[in-house]
T-cell receptor, first 114, second 110 residues
Framework: DVKVTQSSRYLVKRTGEKVFLECVQD?????MFWYRQDPGLGLRLIYFSYDVKMKEKGDIPEGYSVSREKKERFSLILESASTNQTSMYLC?????????????FGPGTRLTVL | QKEVEQNSGPLSVPEGAIASLNCTYS??????FFWYRQYSGKSPELIMFIYSNGDKEDGRFTAQLNKASQYVSLLIRDSQPSDSATYLC??????????FGKGTRLSVIA
């Protein structure tokens, strides 16, 4: 089974802090994704990556950056956390060289910024 | 902007009935279609995918695809209270990441 793990289930940070969310997948998937999910807004794509050191902006990249130094690990960085970044953050991975394959999700990190 | 539309619900059905969940999409070139189930507080999990027009059955679940009408649906037969969740439709439109709908909340009443 594909396993996608995220470093924390719950995280509380203060405004202005730098926040790192880590995601690791164990199935050698090429593609990895970061989403945030808010009530009424659905899943919104922040960034995605198709290879080590490669990244692409999604629909809402402002205020976020990412890092992919190893194939299995994809990190989301909030450079200076703000209260409007309070959300559920979901990492996903998918196999292959196209974007259209099914995605497998991690358990999510619920981030609260005070 | 490629769009995937779902009725937000809640859709309420009695236990044992058929639940019908619908999804429309804007990109006529879409090629593959996925249904995810998401329980409250949990992450989405894949339950079915379909690539060709027609029906695809897996246990109590049937996915139906009509590319001419740009419509994909999920039928759940013999609905159980444990099926109560939000169901997300996701669509692949070529070389872009999956586009997700906002989901339909299903409530199965015992």
């Amino acid at each position: 089974d594909v396993k996608v793990t995220q470093s924390s289930r719950y995280l509380v940070k203060r405004t202005g802090e730098k926040v790192f969310l880590e995601c690791v997948q164990d199935m050698d998937h090429e593609n990895m994704f970061w989403y945030r999910q808010d009530p009424g807004l659905g899943l919104r794509l922040i960034y995605f990556s198709y290879d080590v050191k490669m990244k692409e902006k999604g629909d809402i990249p402002e205020g976020y950056s990412v890092s992919r130094e190893k194939k299995e690990r994809f990190s989301l960085i909030l450079e200076s956390a703000s209260t409007n970044q309070t959300s559920m953050y979901l990492c996903a991975s998918s196999p292959g060289t196209t974007w259209g394959n099914e995605q497998f999700f991690g358990p999510g990190t619920r981030l609260t910024v005070l | 902007q490629k769009e995937v539309e779902q009725n937000s619900g809640p859709l309420s059905v009695p236990e044992g009935a058929i639940a019908s969940l619908n999804c429309t999409y804007s990109d006529r070139g879409s090629q593959s279609f996925f249904w995810y189930r998401q329980y409250s507080g949990k992450s989405p999990e894949l339950i079915m995918f379909i690539y060709s027009n027609g029906d695809k059955e897996d246990g109590r679940f049937t996915a139906q695809l009509n590319k001419a009408s740009q419509y994909v649906s999920l039928l759940i037969r013999d609905s159980q209270p444990s099926d109560s969740a939000t169901y997300l439709c996701a669509v692949n439109s070529g070389n872009t990441p999956l586009v997700f709908g906002k989901g339909t909340r299903l409530s199965v009443i015992a």
